[in-house]
């Protein structure tokens, strides 16, 4: 079973753990670790240490028993649009900036519709891929790509970002 989700972390947080259960704090994952980026869960283990404040990607997998951090950088990365024939270009992406914790605006220019849509990135790579689950943006395995592109068409657009809300906006 594993877990995602992008949180702010507020500079007064000392800690956290992973709750199994809404308001069940019996059942509940910490760690032995004292690196607040990366380790192995333990049931019933202590805090897991707070990183600095910022904005991350929570990966957590309770099969595996680990967790993973990523900070979110100052830019959002944007790969497949303007993709008409269907093969996404290769990194570096276009992006859009960071204007307040975990919220990202900027101007994009759709040329053409993008075959399969296209879809946000963390990092200026392939890695960690935010897509649509549910109309709302995930980091998920069977994320669907945005494809408000053929819905918009050919022009220039605001785009703003929540990562935190997981909300995108066309404007």
């Known amino acids: ?102 919220v990202y605006q900027g101007s994009v220019t759709i040329t053409e519709v993008s075959a399969w849509g296209f879809a946000f990135y963390l990092q200026d790579n392939w890695d960690y891929k935010l897509g649509l689950v549910d109309g709302k943006i995930a980091y998920a395995e069977k994320s669907e790509n945005v494809k408000d592109d053929a819905i918009l068409g050919p022009g220039t657009y605001t785009l703003t970002v929540d990562l935190v809300n997981g909300t995108y906006e066309f404007n």
Do not use: H
């Open 1 to 102: 079973m594993n877990y995602s989700g992008i949180i702010n972390v507020d500079p007064s947080v000392s800690g956290y753990k992973i709750l199994i259960e809404e308001n069940n704090w019996d059942d509940y994952y910490g760690t032995s670790d004292s690196d607040p980026y990366q380790g192995v869960l333990v049931y019933q283990g202590d805090n897991m240490p707070a990183p600095a404040p910022g904005v991350y990607l929570f990966d957590i997998s309770l099969k595996q028993q680990t967790y993973a951090l990523v900070a979110a950088e100052d830019k959002l990365y944007i790969g497949g649009l303007n993709s008409g024939n269907g093969i996404w270009a290769e990194p570096p992406f276009e992006y859009i900036e960071q204007i307040s914790p975990g």
